[in-house]
């Protein structure tokens, strides 16, 4: 079956620590997007990329960065920098070719602080 | 930035009733979209409608679009209590090279009762 899959499912962080989500595509989307969902609230964009070894800062970039190396793996880091980082995060795919296509969405990763 | 404010923010009925939901919106948009969330889970695309088109159907959905007034709503006949979920709106803006890039509204929470 063609999805998003997302892992881990839980992951939780020290103060200082760095950490990676994992996001990985089998759709054949060109464009991927990561999302932070707080308690309550809808989605906010982080970062997306329209296309391999390239991406664009979303509205709340920092203290977060991504690589998009190959066309199926979109994977986001939590640095140490950003200091509230407890959320849902959302990993989305689409076509990208055309603003007018639904984005494809895996199960999240819900992040803790130890 | 939120695009979409959502209206109300959570709507308690009982099954075989129907559901609206609202949104509105504040700049000129490309096409806007409504997702669904279980708890727990990722979104669920539910339908688009293209700012030239004022109504779409789809199953038990039927979505309107006024952009004079810069708002939409979701319609949902005959609820059903595995209709339960998270309901959000998502903007595409017009114009600029933000291909696919939502803006999403903070969601209406759905509970359907048996």
């Known amino acids: 079956d063609g999805g998003i899959t997302q892992s881990p499912k839980y992951l939780f962080r020290k103060e200082g620590q760095n950490v990676t989500l994992s996001c990985e595509q089998n759709l054949n989307h060109d464009a991927m997007y990561w999302y932070r969902q707080d308690p309550g609230q809808g989605l906010r964009l982080i970062y997306y990329s329209q296309i391999v070894n390239d991406f664009q800062k979303g509205d709340i970039a920092e203290g977060y960065s991504v690589s998009r190396e190959k066309k199926e793996s979109f994977p986001l880091t939590v640095t140490s920098a950003q200091k509230n980082p407890t959320a849902f995060y959302l990993c989305?795919?689409?076509?990208?070719?055309?603003?007018?296509?639904?984005?494809?969405f895996g199960d999240g990763t819900r992040l803790s602080i130890l | 930035s939120q695009q979409g404010e959502e209206d109300p923010q959570a709507l308690s009925i009982q099954e075989g009733e129907n559901a609206t939901m609202n949104c509105s919106y504040k700049t000129s948009i490309n096409n806007l979209q409504w997702y669904r969330q279980n708890s727990g889970r990722g979104l669920v695309h539910l339908i688009l409608?293209?700012?030239?088109?004022r109504e779409k159907h789809s199953g038990r959905l039927r979505v309107t679009l006024d952009t004079s007034k810069k708002s939409s709503s979701l319609l949902i006949t005959a609820s059903r209590a595995a209709d339960t979920a998270s309901y959000f709106c998502?903007?595409?803006?017009?114009?600029?090279?933000?291909?696919?890039?939502?803006?999403f509204g903070q969601g209406t929470i759905l509970t359907v009762h048996p």
């Open positions: 989305a795919s689409s076509t990208g070719q055309y603003s007018n296509q639904p984005q494809h």
């Open positions: 409608i293209r700012s030239n088109e």
């Open positions: 998502a903007t595409v803006n017009a114009g600029g090279t933000s291909y696919g890039k939502l803006t």
